[in-house]
């Protein structure tokens, strides 16, 4: 067997260096100091010390996974929990806090709160929030701001909104605002509708404007035409007077296109009858006419029966002319009168004077 001697001289060097040994200074670099450090969970409990007078120091609370806990020298508290894995886990990556009594959040400053739905939450829900009793938030500052795509408020008994004023703004003017309910009910001391385009009223049931003020007036003013259309009865009843007048004027776009008559009264089927409890008076500035197509009749039942003209006067039967009278017939001008018969003329009395 044979017998291994170790050299007289080693070896100062393995291969010829080419470039000096780096060297590492610590002074400008973090100091770390590990207080605990677990083997079963690979866990570190960790003071960090970075360089210079106003360097930060930090305690870490490291694991198990990948979670951290990180209080620093500048009043900072810092909570991270590990990505969400389902392989490990359905609950994996949450932050979960459970307690048995009640709590404070209070920031004297600005909280900001950024959440994200996650892969396969219900419904795509970012935000879920279950509260068991009444819900207050009490904004004493400027306003509150809630900006979503679609907003939706559900009340099981009750939505009121109250303020000093209340704005509804769909896409500054352009959008739809549309509702929906059993009863639409509002009380108010004034209101004042704009509508710079079209309005439109569809009613499937009655209509009933009350008004109970005996000062108010209902004002419709348009520089427009008023068009309706009523396939049912239309009934017009004033304990007042009443007054109507056309003035006629001529409309560019007119909505009667017949401008023969300022005022045109025409029935389809039927008569048209004025009984008025007091006098019956048609003052035409001009010619005034009563024409019809079969009997007319003109009758005084309580008192006289006048008819009077500054001009020539005409009476014109094609079938023939009656005078009939109770009393006395009286016809007296200061010139002369003539009765004229094509073929005869006859006059049948008791007596006859001739002066």
């Known amino acids: ?28 670099n973090p100091k770390f100091s ?11 409990i960790l003071e960090t010390k970075y360089p210079g007078d106003s360097g930060v120091q930090k305690l870490t609370v490291d694991g198990p996974g990948d979670n951290f806990i990180m209080m620093d ?4 508290i810092n909570i991270r929990t590990g990505p969400r894995n389902p392989a490990i886990g359905a609950g994996s990556g949450a932050l979960n806090i459970n307690a048995g009594g009640g709590g404070i959040w209070k920031f004297e400053e600005r909280l900001n709160m950024e959440l994200n739905m996650g892969g396969d939450t219900e419904d795509e829900q970012a935000l879920n929030m279950h509260v068991n009793g009444n819900m207050v938030v009490d904004a004493s500052g400027d306003g509150v701001v809630v900006r979503g795509h679609d907003i939706t408020i559900i009340a099981g008994n009750m939505l009121t909104l109250k303020g000093m004023q ?8 352009a959008g739809a605002i549309n509702m929906y309910g059993g009863i639409v009910q509002t009380v108010t001391d004034t209101k004042n509708d704009f509508v710079m385009g079209q309005s439109k009223l ?21 520089t427009g035409h008023i068009n309706r259309k009523i396939v049912g009865d239309y009934e017009l009843w004033s304990a007042g007077i009443m007054s109507i007048k056309a003035a006629g004027t001529v409309s560019m776009i007119p909505l009667v296109l017949n401008r023969l008559n300022t005022l045109k ?8 009858s004025i009984d008025p409890s007091g006098s019956f008076l048609v003052d035409a500035k001009l010619s005034a006419e009563i024409k019809s ?20 006067s005409d009476i014109d039967a094609k079938g023939g002319l009656n005078i009939d009278s109770v009393n006395d017939i009286n016809i007296e001008t200061p010139a002369r009168v003539k009765i004229k ?10 007596q006859i004077y001739l002066n």
């Open 293 to 312: 197509l079969t009997k007319m009749e003109l009758e005084s039942t309580g008192g006289s029966f006048k008819l009077k003209g500054s001009g020539t």
């Open 73 to 76: 020298s500048r009043s900072r």
């Open 341 to 350: 018969g094509t073929t005869e003329v006859a006059i049948d009395s008791a």
């Open 166 to 173: 209340v704005n509804i703004d769909a896409n500054n003017g």
């Open 1 to 28: 067997m044979s017998q291994i001697t170790g050299a007289t001289e080693n070896p100062t060097n393995i291969f010829q260096q080419t470039t000096a040994d780096e060297t590492q200074e610590l002074t400008d």
């Open 34 to 44: 590990v207080i605990y450090k677990g083997h079963m969970t690979r866990s570190t």
């Open 202 to 222: 569809r009613n499937f049931g009655e209509i009933t404007d009350v008004q109970y003020d005996p000062r108010g007036t209902t004002n419709i003013i348009t």
């Open 265 to 272: 009264i025409s029935t389809g089927i039927g008569n048209v």
